[in-house]
């Protein structure tokens, strides 16, 4: 993706582009992100492994915990390598974080729903979905990191006044559309 091309451009063409782009990640590969969709959640689940070893070691004081919590960070890293595509700059970490914290969401979410808090887990799986949906963005290079700045919610730029345009939302809908997991 060519850097700052997108800074002269306006939100019509912005939208062009960005649909052009899925298309063409479309077309260009026959893409079965069913297997890296499997894959990413896997990585989920290592940083939460990493997590619990690291507090049972901490609670415990037994130093074996840490001795696998770097065999599976050392696993977690190799895989997560399968998944990212020539990250650049922080990428790899956000990439780690996002995962991380859309894991953390949905098991917060799920005891909510457990606990009949509906509203409340539903609120919570829709902020996992839209973290899930930002690390597949930047990884498919769909979002340009670097044009990245601080708006207001649902705001694709600092000039959008359409919320019906929020690039979380579009990114749920691009990773719908990629990411199917019952494609075999």
């Given at each position: ?8 451009m ?32 896997a ?33 977690r ?34 005891k ?58 579009r ?14």
């Amino acid at each position: 993706m060519e850097p700052n091309l997108n800074k002269n451009m306006g939100k019509e063409e912005k939208i062009t582009n960005f649909l052009d782009k899925i298309e063409a990640i479309k077309k260009e590969s026959e893409l079965d992100l069913s297997s890296d969709e499997d894959l990413s959640i896997a990585v989920m689940n290592l940083v939460s492994i990493e997590e619990h070893f690291f507090f049972s070691g901490a609670k415990t004081g037994k130093n074996e915990y840490y001795d696998l919590l770097s065999q599976v960070r050392e696993m977690r890293k190799e895989l997560l390598a399968k998944l990212l595509k020539d990250p650049k700059a922080e990428e790899w970490c956000i990439s780690k974080h996002l995962l991380a914290a859309s894991m953390r969401l949905i098991e917060v979410g799920t005891k909510y729903q457990s606990l009949g808090k509906k509203e409340e887990a539903r609120g919570l799986f829709k902020k996992a979905y839209d973290l899930y949906s930002i690390f597949w963005g930047m990884n498919l290079k769909i979002i340009d990191i670097g044009e990245v700045k601080k708006i207001e919610d649902n705001q694709i730029n600092i000039r959008d006044k359409n919320p019906e345009n929020d690039l979380t939302n579009r990114l749920n809908d691009l990773v719908q559309k990629l990411v199917d997991c019952c494609k075999e």
